[in-house]
C-alpha cells in the first residue's frame, strides 16, 4: 500500500462532479488496491473520509471509518442518500483538502444511504450522527460541494483568510 496525494483547495478537481464507477471493474485488483491506498491515506492524514474526487479520480467512491480504533472500514461505491431526516445536527467539519479549516456545519441527523460495497455487492445503511454527517461530506465531495459553501459569506471569507495564512506559512 502506499500514499496517494490529496487535493488541496482550490484545485480545480474539487469542484467538479464525479461519474458512476463502473460496476463490472470493481473486482479489479487496482480499483482494490486504489480502495486499500485511500484507507492507507485517510488513517494517515489523519481523516475520517475521503471522497475519490479528493485524490484526482473522478469517480463516485469513497472510504469511511469513523471509528477512533479504526478498525470499521466502509467503502460505498456510487452512493445515493435516499432519505434525510428532518432532525438536523451541527457539527464541527473539517477537510482533509481544506486542512486546519474547522468550521460548524448544519446537516440531517440521520440519513438512508444506499451503495455498493467493495466487492459490488448493494447495501442500504440507515444512519445517524457522526456516521450520517461524514458519509453527506463524502458524498458532497462527489458532488463537487465543499464544507465552506455551507458556510456564510462572512464565515467562509474568515475561513478562506485563515487557510490562506496557514498555506503561506507550510
Known sequence: MSLITILEHPHPSLRKVAGERDAAAIADPAFQRLLDDMFETMYAAPGIGLAATQVDVMERFMVIDVTEERDQPLVFINPVIRERSVDLRVHQEGCLSIPGIFADVTRADG????????????FTLAVDGLLATCVQHEVDHLDGKLFIDYLSPLKRERAMKKYDKLRRHD
Open 111 to 122: 440519513i438512508e444511504v444506499e451503495a455498493l460495497d467493495r466487492h459490488g455487492k448493494p
